[in-house]
């Protein structure tokens, strides 16, 4: 028995942010995961949202267990273009636009041309604007600089830019020496990385898995029905694998698996939250249980659509999510590990 390469992991996290995805953008990075997954002969489909699934083979064919992590992420929409040339935007996802003041961006055209740009306060300049400081970060006062000698909004249809572009924000990935991860997007791509790792390690070690399992890659889940669907009637357990949420009062940190027990849906099923604490602590794997008082899960969006199944959500905790996020390596290897010993444990019904 041994576990996926950590370092693997981050390298593979590494190249998951830097492919732009925001939400309802999805398809170069599903056909990254596709590629990766494909090229170790795990068969996939796509669904019709253009989700992936990912199914490996087990022992019981009858019951079956699925895992979910979301490859979508936070982003924008060229919303309107101003007679000055600036791009007003409209944001896709959970955010505020102080997350994403003085942020570099790409702009991808219909045409599938691609602009870089800037995210700034119309009053930046303190030079010019005498509340600049004090001015609201808000749809009104902020505006997307589009790279290149753009004055007029001629000028900017001209380039090809217009109305429902696609926004996506530079993640400014940093992999530091002491094992700490920078980047925007870990949500949930850190998780996406741990699962892909996790899918590999069952190929290469030929594991014999106790149940069938699929693995739903899905992409809209920041705007709420990503792993609502695609779920196989036989399917008993759906765990949602997805950032644990840190701050004033939470337990979870950067350097274990945090185990979401309630969040805004509700509580998450009480046995198969059982069930991972006894693993973490049979493997001496370092968790925290915790409750993410503004945050819904893929899980808890597919107990909302209707499916019959015991919901879960587990993941590595993640510093200022939806923001210019943090974590550690440690917490990417508890959560690994945690998931690796549930992929073989029984089901709990
Ligand atoms: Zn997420």
Known sequence: MSYPDSKETVELIKKLVMIPSPSG??????????????????ETTRNR???????LPGKDEDRHRMLTAHVDTLGAMVKEIKPSGRLKLDLIGGYKYNAIEGEYCEIETAGGRTFTGTIL???????????AGKAERNQDNMELRVDEKVRTEKDVRALGIQVGDFVSLNPRVEVLPNGFIKSR????????????????????????????????ISNNE????????????????????????MGDGQQTDEYTASICVKDASGPYHLGL???????????????????????????????RAGHDIV?????PGIDSSHAYERTHITSIEETTKLLYHYLQSELVL
Do not use: C
Request: charged fraction near 25%; hydrophobic fraction near 35%.
């Open 273 to 303: 939250r059982k069930n991972l604490t006894e693993l973490a602590e049979k493997n001496g794997i370092g968790y925290k249980l915790d409750i993410y008082p503004y945050y819904g899960s893929d899980a808890s969006a597919a107990i």
């Open 311 to 315: 919901h879960g959500l587990v993941g």
């Open 185 to 216: 997007h870990l949500d949930d791509k850190a998780s996406v990385g741990i699962l892909l790792q996790l899918i590999k390690q069952v190929k290469e070690e030929k594991i014999e898995l106790p149940y069938t399992t699929h693995f739903l």
């Open 25 to 42: 953008n999805t398809d170069k990075v599903i056909t990254y995961v596709e590629e990766f997954l494909t090229g170790m002969e795990v």
């Open 121 to 131: 306060m119309h009053q930046t300049s303190v030079h010019v604007y005498k509340d």
């Open 222 to 245: 920041e705007i709420g029905y990503g792993g609502n669907s695609n779920i196989t009637p036989e399917t008993v357990e759906y765990l949602a694998v997805d950032m644990g949420a």
């Open 49 to 55: 949202k253009g989700g992936l699934i990912a199914t």
